[in-house]
C-alpha cells in the first residue's frame, strides 16, 4: 500500500535519511505508537514557555498514549526526525475530514533546542508541504503569534503569507494575552 507521503508520479517513501548542516544524519519517518517514550521525552525538553504554543500537555504521558491510540494517518499526519534512536523534532499536519475546510490543513513542528539551526524545521516543513499536495489540500495554515519569530521566518521562507492578526486572541502560560498571526501558504492557483 502507498505510504501517505507518496506523491502523484513521484513515490516518496519513509523513512529517509537527510544530512542536517552540521553533517549529522536525522531520519525522518512516520510516528507510530511504539514512539510513546521517546516523544514524551522529546516533548520535556521543549522549554516551558514554548509549550504555550502547542495544544496539549504534552509533558503527560496520556496525551502522548492518547496520540499513539488514535492514530489516525488520514486526519493528522504526524512525522518525526530521529537521531540515533532519540527523537528530535515532530512535525504535523491536521486535516478535517468534513466540511468547509476540509481543503485547509493546519501545520504544526517543533524542533528540539539542541538540533535547532541546523535545517530540520526547514526538512520537515518541506515534507509536510509535499504531503499537503497529495492529500489534495488547497491551503496550508500556520497560526503563530509575534514572538515565535524563528517559526514566521521559517514559514515565510517557504511562501507563507500574512493573512490576519487576531488580536490578544490567545494567553500565555500566565494568562498574558497575545496576538494570534495566522499565515497561510496556497498550494494551488487561484
Ligand atoms: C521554528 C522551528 C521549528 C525552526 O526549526 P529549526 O530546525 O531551527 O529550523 P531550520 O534550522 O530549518 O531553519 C530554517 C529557517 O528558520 C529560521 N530560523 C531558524 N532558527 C532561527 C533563529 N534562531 N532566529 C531566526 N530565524 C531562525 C531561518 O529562516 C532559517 O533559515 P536559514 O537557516 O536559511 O537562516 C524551531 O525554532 C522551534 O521548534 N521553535 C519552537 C516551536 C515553534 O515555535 N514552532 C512553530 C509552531 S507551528
Redo the contacts with the bound molecule.
Sequence with gaps: MAEPGERRGRPKTFPRRIAL?DGRVATIRLMVKKDKDKLLRFFRG?PEE?RM??RDDVTKPETIEAWARDLDYSTILPIVAEIEGRIV?DATLHRRPYGWMQHVAE???????T???????????AEILDIAGTWGMEILV???TPE????I?????VGFKREATLRRHVKDLIGTPRDLLVLTRRLTQE
Design positions: 548542516k521543549i514554548e504554543f502547542l523534532a501545520v504544526r513542528i517543533v524542533v528540539d533546542p538540533f535547532r539551526g541546523k535545517g530540520l524545521g526547514h526538512a520537515l516543513l500556520s497560526e503563530l515565535q519569530k524563528p517559526a521566518k521559517l514559514v515565510k521562507s
